[in-house]
């Protein structure tokens, strides 16, 4: 079995402090990416009240340490999505297909 790499990146927030997960593992040629929220970096603040500025930051969040594995959003494979509000699918997908 492949060995695993821990996957980190300034670029994206990290685990909250003294939690035990990292923000990706690599596994041979996969990416394990741990969930995310629409943190802002800079701030530690959610991106916005709406879902779609909240989706939209974890986009780049996810991208950010994806490419810090040498990846990208092109190659996933699958995605899960919790929402708190079923009536926010249709803004919350509209950025993610974009």
């Known amino acids: 079995m ?9 670029r994206a927030p990290g685990p909250f402090q003294g939690a035990p997960y990292n923000q990706a593992i690599r596994v041979g040629d996969l990416v394990f ?3 995310q929220l629409g943190i802002v970096l800079e701030t530690s603040e959610l991106a ?9 930051q974890i ?9 810090a594995a040498g990846s ?7 995605t899960t999505v919790f929402l708190l509000d ?9 950025v993610y297909a974009s």
């Open 72 to 78: 990208g959003l092109d190659k996933l494979v699958k």
């Open 48 to 56: 916005g009240p709406s879902v779609e500025e909240q989706t939209e």
């Open 2 to 10: 492949a060995e695993k790499q821990v996957i980190s990146t300034d």
């Open 33 to 35: 990416v741990a969930g």
């Open 86 to 94: 079923l009536s926010d699918f249709n803004g919350m997908n509209s």
């Open 59 to 67: 986009m780049l969040n996810l991208a950010a340490i994806l490419e």
